[in-house]
């Protein structure tokens, strides 16, 4: 049984173009998170996903990010017009439902590098 | 607002000795689920340990344990017998539907 898949696991952009995150959840999971992880801190939560609805966006900035996770195909992190401070490691997990008690499940991450 | 704290940035510890890692928490929820998490120099964030808040035994995984207060909010994780590939950040997290993530704590094990 695969693992959270993450692509790119690196991904270089320069300032202004469009960052496009991909992950694939483990098969059975259909809730995905999205969470980011600035240089030598934690993880903040971004958006959490169900097939086909975004369920909470709280932790995403209102302009440049959105995501989407189709009924078929994986989900898509979406940077545009990438500025210097959205550099970081973004990971996503899924896990096989909603309740505490599901375990979330990580991918390897994408480290996303502005120049 | 759910929070959680990781008050040691780096702890280290000698090969084959314990170490207790710190972790406080805030939350208003009575139901709720606590986690430890690993992360090696391959950035990939490895489960360790979960703890159910309604369970009063405390969870155990092998070499790793942990020692959770409910009333105090605390949830502190034990590793016995340190090897040097348990070096890492080691974060803890509370659960929501979200997970709620300390600073982390970097695990530095001298040989």
């Known amino acids: 049984n695969a693992g959270v898949m993450q692509n790119p696991r690196h991904l270089v952009r320069r300032r202004g173009q469009e960052a496009r995150l991909r992950c694939s959840p483990m098969k059975g999971h259909s809730h995905v998170y999205w969470y980011r992880q600035l240089p030598e801190e934690g993880l903040k939560f971004m958006v959490y996903l169900q097939k086909e609805n975004i369920i909470d966006e709280s932790g995403m900035p209102k302009e440049r990010f959105s995501a989407e996770f189709p009924k078929e195909g994986p989900s898509i992190l979406r940077i545009q017009q990438v500025v210097r401070g959205d550099s970081a490691a973004y990971f996503c997990?899924?896990?096989?439902?909603?309740?505490?008690?599901?375990?979330?499940?990580f991918g390897p991450g994408t480290r996303l590098t502005v120049l | 607002a759910q929070t959680v704290t990781q008050s040691q940035p780096e702890m280290s510890v000698q090969e084959a000795e314990t170490v207790t890692l710190s972790c406080t928490y805030d939350t208003s929820e009575s139901d709720y689920y606590l986690f430890w998490y690993k992360q090696p120099p391959s950035r990939q964030m490895i489960l360790v340990i979960r703890?159910?808040?309604?369970k009063q035994q405390n969870a155990t995984e092998n070499r790793f344990s942990v020692n959770f207060q409910k009333a105090a909010k605390s949830f502190s994780l034990k590793i016995s017998d340190s090897q040097l590939g348990d070096a890492a950040m080691y974060f803890c997290a509370l659960r929501d539907y979200q997970l709620i993530w300390g600073a982390g704590t970097k695990l530095i094990i001298k040989p």
């Open positions: 997990a899924s896990s096989p439902g909603a309740g505490g008690h599901y375990t979330q499940y």
């Open positions: 703890q159910e808040a309604y």
